[in-house]
């Protein structure tokens, strides 16, 4: 399974943890307050030094916490490792556009919104007026470290499908390591509004295969200018 997918998973799980104990509550004090309240003809429950029920009280949300703080905080530490990721990836939010770099690799890309351009058509994905003219191309299966920077000021950087949502600030850098496990096309846009042109900053990433993956590699990378060793005399 993915980090995403973990992540997502311990993310309803503590949702629905949260809710069902939010519906229990309100469901007990709705009770207790109609059942035990004093009357006139009748005085109302007292359970004021009940020790036993102290200690039940306080123990449950105890317990709860432990259970729900185990499996966040393994999702936590793992999101934070680097070790054995193998493609690593710098995103970097510019004025109005993203730009990319593939640290392993001699890549650098500019993506900028609209109509995407028929070289980075990948088995049959067909550019939109949606989309980037330079989307991210990431391999599935496959342990990605992101790297986030910003220029001037906060961005946020979000792809559905993939479960990541990172906020960028200026002077700080921040990773995330996302592994996809689904070939496809996915989209994102900024989920918050940080200037006059950051509605325009939709972010496309196409998933495929390693193998496509590589083929891709190879027509993007430039051929690396050979060293002059001059002559000696």
């Known amino acids: 399974m993915s ?4 992540t997502h998973d311990v993310h309803l799980i503590v949702f629905w943890t949260c809710g069902f104990i939010a519906v229990l509550v309100f469901a007990a004090t ?22 036993t029920t102290e200690l039940v009280w306080t123990a449950i949300p105890f317990i ?10 393994k999702t936590l530490l793992d999101s934070e490792k680097e070790r054995g ?13 993203w730009s ?29 007026l949606a989309g980037n003219d ?13 790297i986030f920077i910003s220029i001037d000021r906060p961005y946020p950087w979000s792809v559905e499908g993939i ?16 592994e996809i496990m689904v070939p496809g096309v ?13 509605g325009f900053m939709p972010i496309t990433l196409i998933a495929t295969t390693k193998h496509e993956y590589n083929e891709w590699i190879n027509r993007q990378e430039a051929p690396r200018p050979m060293k002059d060793q001059g002559t000696r005399r």
């Open 163 to 178: 479960d990541i949502t990172q906020e960028i600030l200026p002077g700080v850098t921040t990773s995330r390591r996302v």
């Open 134 to 146: 330079k989307p991210i191309v990431l391999p599935v299966q496959t342990k990605i470290h992101l």
């Open 85 to 97: 990721s193998e493609i690593r990836l710098i995103v970097t939010g510019n004025n109005c556009n």
């Open 100 to 128: 990319y770099d593939y640290l392993d690799y001699d890549i650098s890309i500019l993506s900028n919104a609209g109509r995407g351009t028929p070289e980075i058509t990948i088995e049959g994905v067909k550019p939109d």
């Open 186 to 198: 996915y989209r994102g846009l900024p989920v918050t509004v940080c200037g006059p042109e950051s």
């Open 30 to 51: 709705i009770y207790f307050t109609f059942t035990h309240r004093n009357l006139q003809e009748k005085a109302g429950a007292n359970f004021h030094k009940n020790h």
């Open 64 to 73: 709860i916490l432990v259970l729900m703080a185990i499996p966040a905080t």
């Open 3 to 6: 980090l995403s997918s973990t």
